[in-house]
């Protein structure tokens, strides 16, 4: 499977209008946390996140929130963000902007959030400006870095040197609360956690 850890500048200034990453004006970076709520992988991310004092950002499928709305609650209560990740995990490129842009809207009647990551990353600039158009004040946030935790021909600890060996102040990380990601997001989250423990960066949510 090919893909890149981190996102190059030239991608970054093609989608301009979406968020890659935040102003590294201070010490802090972003975790987020894509395709939950999960049954277990994300009570565990909320335990994980409560022991370092963490704050993160999840990004959660509408199906899902009405499948599991105690752990959505959960999230809420903790002082997380959250964000809308289509109702189904609708790939944007393989879908009819109207189709898209109702799935989106469908999310949004379980997630109230100006915050939006398409899955997979795939979304075409026009529908990127009927979103804006359809939800005033939305943003588009994308990564910097991806942990990798959705690949399964990796281990966790190849998705912990991911993230550490290029973490800096401003980046937006991407893990998965999801049963495919459980393995390595398991082993890869609390040793991220450490290691922004140890080198003082403050973990806020978007």
């Given at each position: 499977?090919?893909?890149?850890?981190?996102?190059p500048?030239?991608?970054?200034?093609?989608?301009?209008?979406?968020?890659?990453?935040m102003?590294?004006?201070?010490?802090?970076?972003?975790?987020?946390f894509?395709?939950?709520p999960?049954?277990?992988?994300?009570p565990?991310?909320?335990d994980?996140?409560?022991?370092?004092?963490?704050?993160?950002?999840?990004?959660?499928?509408?199906?899902?929130?009405?499948?599991?709305?105690?752990?959505?609650?959960?999230i809420?209560e903790?002082?997380?963000?959250?964000?809308?990740?289509?109702?189904n995990?609708?790939?944007g490129?393989?879908?009819?902007?109207?189709?898209?842009?109702?799935?989106?809207?469908?999310?949004?009647?379980?997630?109230?959030?100006p915050?939006?990551?398409?899955?997979?990353?795939?979304?075409?600039?026009?529908?990127?400006?009927?979103?804006k158009k359809?939800?005033?004040?939305?943003?588009i946030?994308?990564?910097d870095?991806?942990?990798?935790?959705?690949?399964?021909?990796?281990?966790?600890?190849?998705?912990?040197?991911?993230v550490?060996?290029?973490?800096?102040?401003g980046?937006?990380?991407?893990?998965?609360?999801?049963?495919?990601?459980w393995e390595?997001?398991?082993?890869?989250?609390?040793?991220?956690?450490?290691?922004?423990?140890?080198?003082?960066?403050?973990?806020?949510?978007?």
């Amino acid at each position: 499977m090919f893909y890149l850890t981190k996102t190059p500048g030239i991608i970054k200034a093609i989608y301009s209008s979406c968020i890659w990453d935040m102003p590294a004006s201070t010490n802090a970076v972003y975790l987020t946390f894509d395709d939950g709520p999960h049954p277990e992988a994300t009570p565990f991310v909320l335990d994980q996140l409560k022991k370092y004092g963490a704050k993160g950002t999840f990004f959660c499928i509408g199906k899902n929130v009405i499948a599991y709305p105690e752990i959505y609650q959960r999230i809420l209560e903790e002082g997380h963000s959250i964000g809308n990740h289509t109702h189904n995990h609708v790939n944007g490129w393989k879908t009819s902007t109207e189709k898209y842009i109702e799935n989106v809207m469908l999310a949004r009647e379980y997630i109230d959030s100006p915050l939006f990551r398409p899955p997979y990353g795939r979304i075409t600039p026009f529908q990127i400006r009927m979103l804006k158009k359809q939800i005033p004040g939305a943003k588009i946030i994308m990564w910097d870095l991806l942990s990798g935790d959705f690949d399964t021909d990796i281990n966790g600890e190849a998705c912990v040197q991911n993230v550490v060996f290029k973490l800096k102040p401003g980046a937006i990380v991407v893990f998965h609360d999801s049963t495919k990601a459980w393995e390595r997001l398991s082993y890869a989250l609390p040793r991220v956690l450490e290691f922004c423990k140890k080198q003082k960066f403050e973990l806020r949510a978007l």
